[in-house]
């Protein structure tokens, strides 16, 4: 049988390698604590629980759904937009349900790209961000993925000697996973230089509510005047009120990108089931004390982290939102390159982290520190991490370095 189209076309996951050692380990009885997958173990909202079990089971609710999801919603979604960004979307036109914004992205890029479209990708980058557009047949060119005026030259560079002219730019701010912040300068901007040159915006804001600086949440894209224009931007419930789970997201802004989408899933899928809908939609009409004790919990985590594996000999840079770290690997270990630290953890120390080789080449560098275990576990890793350290010289000598992942 030969080899498929579209697989070919996708490199090895890389994840699944560090997965395999982690699955193994667990089975020998080692206790891994695992930093690795961005999968949060807060529970959901107590109401929003309460309103799926109120709502399932009932023949109205039990049929096929909308792809594009129900109306409720849908108006759940441009009232959030409204409060939170001053933002004002028809939600008959301008708001898409999806399952989880991975999905929403993925069917993006089905509905928009040509064979051998070029879309503009931070490099590194969260991997559905250019593998989705793989997978539809695009060529993927990288630009930076920090939000400074040096963006801009690079990004220049990278439309006037890509043949075909790109199509696409795809940023993601708070970054998954580096943590950057865009500003709305910044967003004025890109959305400047899209016009420029003919480019969709496609902005996953999927960590739009998880951040640090009460005083200075992270904007819309779609709060610049004549956004819109140009832009569509992925949110998501799994972050904001811990319902990774549930597979409920959104895509919202122009209208001919997101007319294209609902074509696309309409052919695809009937939506999420009617009781989760009605669910997320409890989520966003109801009280928000739940994001703020959300926030709370992984600012507690952060400031753990930062002090444990600092005290361990592994400086943490401070992020000021999303649920991650996103960290050097030591001086002594990098020329091993991030996958193979990333097995080594697992192995020595009983810590899973995710490689920064997953992210892109440019991430080969650093791992990805996930939030998403107690202070307790935190400052566990960090002491196992420590011993890791301490004794690696002696244990390792036969193993440093290695060639290096790519």
Sequence with gaps: MPDFYRIKRLPPYVFEQVNRIKAAARANGADIIDLGMGNPDLQAPQHV??????????????????????????????????RRFGVK???DTQVVATLGSKEGFANMAQAITEPGD??????????????????AGGVIRSVPAEPTPAFFPAAERAVLHSIPKPVALVVCYPSNPTAYVASLDFYRDLVAFAKKHDLILLSDLAYSEVYFDESNPPPSILQVPGAIDVAV???????????????????????????????????????AFTPVQVAATAALNGPDDCIREMRATYRRRRDVMIDAFGKAGWPIPTPTASMFAWVQIPEKFRSLGSLEFSKLLVEKADVAVAPGIGFGEHGDDYVRIALVENEQRIRQAARNIRRFFDTADNTLHNVVPLTRAG
Excluded: C
Excluded at 55 to 65: A, I, L, M
Excluded at 120 to 131: C, E, G, M, T
């Design 233 to 271: 931007e992925f949110t998501s419930m799994s972050k904001t009120f811990s319902m990774a789970g549930w597979r409920i997201g959104f895509a919202v802004g122009n209208e001919r990108l997101l007319a294209a989408l609902a074509r696309v899933k309409s052919y695809l899928d009937y939506g």
């Design 49 to 82: 629980i309460d309103k799926l079990v109120e709502t399932v089971g009932k023949p109205r609710t039990d049929r096929y759904s909308a792809s594009k999801g129900i109306g409720g919603l849908r108006r759940a979604q441009a009232g959030y937009y409204e």
């Design 118 to 135: 070029v879309v503009l990708v931070p490099n590194p980058s969260y991997p559905i961000h250019a593998f989705g557009f793989l997978m």
């Design 89 to 91: 979307l028809n939600p």
